[in-house]
């Protein structure tokens, strides 16, 4: 499978592949671009990041999965009212 990214390109490398872990005041920063909180954001990030790793899912393809999987997850703790904030960390 070859990969062909279009005109300019910005890359965000926080997989650790050709970077070093983000902070944690990136970590921060990546949570509240992405309009979350840290609880749903980050199971939401890794659950599709193998298969973006391997080629099987476009970054958009991973994003929006990312982005289903952590709506869902919002909606499902407070439908239930379970969970608490919690760090950034893991």
């Known amino acids: 499978m070859s990969i062909?990214?279009?005109g300019k390109?910005?890359?965000?490398?926080?997989?650790?592949?050709i970077s070093v872990t983000?902070?944690?005041?990136?970590?921060t920063a990546l949570v509240g671009i992405a309009g979350g909180?840290?609880?749903q954001f980050w199971p939401a990030y890794w659950r599709h990041r193998n298969a973006l790793d391997q080629g099987t899912l476009?970054?958009?393809q991973y994003w929006r999965a990312?982005?289903?999987s952590s709506a869902r997850a919002g909606?499902?703790?407070r439908s239930t009212g379970s969970g608490s904030?919690?760090?950034a960390a893991g």
């Open 4 to 6: 062909s990214i279009p």
């Open 9 to 17: 390109v910005i890359v965000f490398d926080y997989g650790e592949v």
């Open 22 to 27: 983000p902070s944690e005041a990136d970590r």
């Open 37 to 39: 909180d840290a609880e």
């Open 58 to 60: 476009t970054i958009q």
């Open 66 to 68: 990312s982005s289903a």
């Open 75 to 77: 909606r499902t703790r």
């Open 85 to 87: 904030p919690t760090s």
